[in-house]
């Protein structure tokens, strides 16, 4: 028989009970309330950020059990553990202790392969899911902040798996740290005060690995749990974003609640990624430090790679001439200095700034929360096929010994058709794909005029034969036809005679001019896609912000799974 209790003045069962008692000593029902009928996204590509965010988890899980063997420390040792290959060699107590954890703790190895795939998986969880928000135009205002954010998760992200890569202190791992020394050293002035700080003296120094540990476990890990919280406050602040379609616009919000739909599919995701992740570890050996051996400053490996991630910045290493210029009796190594140190800082501060450059290139200022298909924003869509190509291209050249060896082809050959690939690849790329772009808006235009094509042939009544076309339903229409291309920013008026003799107003206008002709570059190639005044209307409607101030067309709006946006303050 259930035990019961008399609440406000009516029978409960005791569990009611207790979770009125705690609701109202920490009231988590009214937020729980809210939260099992949020709205969430119902399409596969916003999984990729979960994705992320479930690696993430696996990362910390994982990471935590090995934290409790793994010594990070420099002293040497005689190793007299049970990978016998190794025995009686000098190693330090980093490596030494790797090697426990992979032959002699309990599930050790299958944890430590876990824990580097799961890296593997979280950084590009993190570029595919930047490059989904680039191409959608999901970075736009007012998610201008949380696209800074990503972009510093992805910069986090990648330093804490050059930490964790570097921390067995195999043979591999030293070389990549000796890389990064070499990187360290080529910054004019403050180079080598900088490497002696990180290593604790003259290379290799007995520093380095205990203090990449607590970047590794404590300081990298904190930072991405705090901007990933930051990251997800955001997100449910502002909702997402959603794709073109009947029923979805700027100003309200479509998709599954939280309970059961979008909880079932999310956990979903969760146990997969972890059964994927199991699956790897025990079928697919990676990171093998027992083959490569303990670090010595003497020996270099051959034929090794660094991880995906970090493979672009041995690429431009490799691609980059010897260059030096001696100034003041320094050394500037430009063949490092450059690939390693200014090139990647271009690269992000170009992705931190994009979202500004192309606000700046748009008229008007309003809220954009409908994603746009890439082929309506060809310009935005080449740029971002051409970073991939130029990305590419560096990460082959990162592994060009291996492939010269593999292929039985000259080094140099290899190097330099790189070179001129990494200049011609990316504009050629550019210009495809804003051509295929354009080619697929005009592949929309005639559906929209002649319907789907069947593949029946028909015959007319006068005798002829010709193809027969089936009608678009509203759905499809309204995917094709509701997209946001802004119009070209107009060239400004000429000075008048007051104005022309000041340098100020002279500057201006040039900067004006100059931001008028990128506009027009950004923005004036498209195919026009035929549509009545009524659907003029609506799709007016549809891509207005939430700030519209006209008659709201109702049909529009009342679509189940929908929540209205907040009007701007």
Same mark, same amino acid.
């Given at each position: ?62 990471? %935590? ?11 040497? !040792? ?134 990449? /540990? ?95 991630? !970090? ?11 010897? %260059? ?80 010269? /060896?593999?292929?039985?082809?000259? %080094? ?52 002829? /034969?010709?193809? #027969? ?14 997209? #946001? ?11 008048? &005679? ?17 931001? &008028? ?24 409607? &549809? ?9 709201? #067309? ?16």
């Amino acid at each position: 028989m259930t035990s019961k209790k008399l609440v406000w003045g009516r029978e409960t069962p005791r569990a009611e009970a207790a979770a009125v008692a705690l609701d109202g000593r920490l009231p988590l029902l009214d937020g729980a309330k809210g939260l099992v009928r949020k709205v969430f996204p119902d399409h596969w590509s916003f999984l990729l950020g979960e994705l992320a965010l479930y690696s993430l988890v696996v990362l910390v899980l994982t990471g %935590v059990y090995l934290t409790m063997f793994f010594n990070p420390s420099m002293g040497e !040792i005689v190793y007299q553990g049970a990978y016998q290959p190794l025995h009686g060699e000098r190693m330090t107590e980093a490596y030494a202790s790797a090697l426990h954890i992979s032959f002699e703790v309990r599930g050790g190895l299958l944890i430590r392969q876990i824990h580097h795939w799961a890296a593997l998986v979280f950084v590009a969880a993190i570029a595919v899911h930047m490059l989904r928000v680039f191409l959608t135009g999901a970075f736009r205002r007012p998610r201008e902040l949380n696209w800074v954010l990503g972009v510093t998760l992805f910069v986090l992200a990648m330093l804490e798996g050059f930490s964790g890569y570097s921390l067995p202190d195999d043979l591999i791992s030293g070389t990549g740290l000796r890389i990064a020394e070499g990187v360290i050293l080529s910054i004019p002035l403050v180079g080598t005060y900088i490497s002696f700080f990180a290593f604790g003296g003259e290379y290799p120094g007995h520093d380095i690995i205990p203090r990449l /540990y607590s970047v590794h476990i404590l300081l990298v890990p904190g930072l991405l749990l705090a901007l990933v919280g930051a990251h997800l406050t955001l997100v449910f602040s502002l909702k997402h974003t959603h794709w073109a379609g009947r029923g979805r616009t700027n100003r309200n919000v479509v998709g599954m609640p939280m309970f059961p739909q979008f909880l079932t599919r999310t956990l979903g995701l969760l146990f997969a990624l972890f059964g994927v992740l199991a699956l790897l570890a025990g079928l697919g050996q990676i990171n093998p430090i027992w083959a490569y051996g303990p670090y010595r400053t003497d020996n270099a490996s051959t034929g090794s790679q660094p991880d995906w991630y !970090i493979g672009f910045l041995e690429g431009t290493l490799r691609l980059m001439p010897a %260059v030096e210029t001696r100034v003041l009796g320094h050394t500037i190594s430009w063949n490092v200095l450059v690939p390693a140190v200014l090139l990647p800082g271009a690269i992000f501060t170009a992705l931190y700034l994009y979202p500004f450059l192309e606000r700046w290139l748009t008229p008007g200022k309003g809220e954009h929360h409908l994603c746009d298909r890439p082929r309506n924003q060809p310009t935005r869509t080449g740029l971002g096929v051409a970073g991939v190509a130029f990305y590419a291209v560096l990460l082959v050249a990162g592994g060009d010994d291996v492939i010269a /060896y593999s292929f039985r082809i000259s %080094v140099n050959a290899l190097v330099w058709t790189l070179r001129v690939t990494l200049f011609l690849l990316p504009p050629l790329c550019f210009m495809v794909t804003k051509r295929v772009c354009l080619a697929l808006q005009a592949r929309d235009r005639e559906r929209l005029l002649e319907g789907e094509e069947t593949g029946d042939l028909v015959q007319s009544v006068e005798g002829g /034969y010709g193809e #027969d076309h089936g009608s678009l339903t509203a759905d499809q229409r309204s995917v094709l036809l509701i997209r #946001d291309v802004p119009e070209p920013l107009e060239a400004p008026p000429p000075l008048d &005679a007051g104005e022309a003799g000041s340098r100020g107003a002279r500057l201006l206008l040039r900067a004006a001019q100059v931001r &008028a002709t990128l506009s027009r570059w950004f923005h004036q190639d498209r195919v026009e896609l035929p549509a009545t005044d009524t659907q003029r209307r609506r799709i007016t409607g &549809a891509v207005a912000p939430p700030a519209y101030s006209e008659q709201r #067309d109702d049909q529009l709006l009342t679509v189940a799974g929908t929540e209205p946006r907040e009007e701007p303050s």
